[in-house]
């Protein structure tokens, strides 16, 4: 069974400053995808960035980048130039395949609050 | 594309009544569907998975006669809940499997209210 940890249920950060969310998770296959998602108020699961397993290269979408550490199992979500619209929680999933293919698992939520 | 929709939105029900909620992917066939649960400022737990023209596959703990899990076509899975009692109440979110693409894409979720 995957399980994924996010130690952090809340985080806060200034509008236009950085916050980095962390995320580690176990899974015994070699081949998966990652993903942050972000959930506003209006409950609609958003995807913010994805990273396959198997680049070395992290993921960066805009103002969002991972710290992608594959033997560590570490996958971490660094936000840049914090917006008011960024408040949200975020969750970390990796989609397993195997007999489960295209399965998420999800870690327990960081609640990020952005501070005018 | 690769966009999923879910209907009622919300929905109140009496207690001892079933509801049936519907997912729908609009743009894409999905031959896996996923069905989670979610209570407020809580992760997703996942219910079941819904394949094609076979038997959902229940998570650990969930009951298959409580939630009954319908994925008749490419592009429509329905969940019913029988009935439902107050403890029945949580927001619940699909997500369908796109070919190809290695992601899965949420519908918006349905709010049941059992009173």
């Known amino acids: 069974a995957q399980t994924v940890t996010q130690s952090q249920p809340e985080m806060s950060v200034q509008e236009a400053e950085t916050v980095t969310l962390s995320c580690t998770y176990d899974?015994?296959?070699?081949?998966?995808?990652l993903f942050w998602y972000k959930q506003p108020p209006s409950r609609q699961m958003i995807l913010v960035i994805r990273?396959?397993?198997?680049?070395?290269q992290n993921a960066t979408e805009n103002r969002f980048s991972v710290n992608f550490q594959k033997a560590a199992k570490s996958f971490s979500l660094k936000i840049s130039d914090s917006q008011l619209g960024d408040a949200a929680m975020y969750f970390c999933?990796?989609?397993?395949?195997?007999?489960?293919?295209?399965?998420?698992?999800f870690g327990q939520g960081t609640i990020l609050t952005v501070h005018p | 594309g690769a966009v999923v929709s879910q209907h009622p939105s919300r929905v109140i029900c009496k207690s001892g009544t079933s509801v049936k909620i519907e997912c729908r992917s609009l743009d894409f066939q999905a031959t896996t569907m996923f069905w989670y649960r979610q209570f407020p400022k809580k992760s997703l737990m996942l219910m079941a998975t819904?394949?094609?023209?076979?038997?959902?596959?229940?998570e650990q703990g969930v009951e298959k006669d409580k939630f009954l899990i319908n994925h008749a076509s490419l592009t429509l899975s329905t969940l019913t809940v029988t009935s439902a009692h107050p403890e029945d109440s949580s927001f619940y979110i699909c997500?369908?499997?796109?070919?190809?693409?290695?992601?899965?894409?949420f519908g918006p979720g349905t709010r049941l209210t059992v009173l």
């Open positions: 999933a990796p989609l397993t395949g195997g007999t489960s293919y295209g399965k998420l698992t």
């Open positions: 819904s394949n094609e023209g076979s038997k959902a596959t229940y």
């Open positions: 899974t015994s296959e070699s081949d998966y995808y």
């Open positions: 990273q396959e397993a198997y680049k070395q």
């Open positions: 997500s369908a499997l796109a070919p190809g693409y290695n992601e899965q894409f």
